[in-house]
């Protein structure tokens, strides 16, 4: 279940883009009561977002963006696909390797995304939008020169910047759905502390007694 409160159709109403997009989406059906999207996925984050119509009606512009952008679909959908894989987002990842699929894409690219920078699978335009990604997701833009020289190279200026646009806004979605537990990322965290029946954890029990005098004083 995700964290926030799902909204119905009711709720909704009959007008504007949520209304719109709940018909496109469920159909006729009541998402919280009959969910799930033609494309498999429970459809939550739809009505986990619609707790609010400004956020809603933003994040369906922001997809907007596809359809006017000039920057090439594969290009697009590698950064996509990398920034759910890199930032852990089962949704993101799982959806993006689909639209890779869509778009003609070898299962073989698809599944190298994961590890690119060993792969043979990329042309050099390609490793460098991969490469920016990680930048963008990992290091919280800080990204070498090299990389962006590579990118301007073969890219305007205007899909640069559509490119930084829409990599970053899938970094907010991966963080966002793995933060609100939708869709795919409804999952327990994995990291916790591991308990063995008849373990003693004596040999980690250290004490300032237990320093050597010649490190005490480092």
Avoid at 32 to 48: I, K, R
Avoid at 78 to 105: D, I, N, P, W
């Amino acid at each position: 279940m995700p964290r926030l409160r799902e909204v119905s159709r009711a709720e909704v109403g009959d007008e504007g883009i949520r209304a719109a997009m709940y018909n496109l989406l469920f159909g006729d059906r009541d998402p919280v009561v009959e969910p799930g999207t033609s494309t498999g996925t429970p459809g939550d984050w739809w009505t986990v977002f619609a707790n609010s119509e400004l956020v809603f009606d933003h994040a369906v512009a922001g997809f907007g963006v596809y359809r006017k952008a000039s920057l090439d679909p594969i290009l697009r959908e590698l950064a996509q696909t990398r920034a759910g894989y890199v930032m852990e987002s089962h949704f993101v990842y799982s959806q993006h390797c689909k639209a890779m699929r869509g778009l003609g894409e070898s299962e073989e690219r698809i599944a190298a995304i994961a590890h690119w920078q060993v792969s043979d699978q990329f042309d050099e335009l390609e490793r460098a939008v991969l490469a920016y990604t990680d930048c963008l997701c990992l290091q919280a833009g800080r990204v070498p020169e090299p990389v962006f020289d590579v990118l301007r190279a073969s890219l305007s200026d205007e899909v640069i910047l559509e490119l930084t646009y829409i990599a970053s806004l899938y970094l907010m979605h991966a963080v966002m759905a793995r933060a609100l537990r939708t869709e795919w990322d409804d999952v327990d965290d994995r990291m916790s502390e591991v308990m063995v029946d008849g373990a003693s954890d004596d040999a980690l029990r250290i004490s300032a007694d237990d320093t050597d005098d010649d490190t005490a004083g480092e």
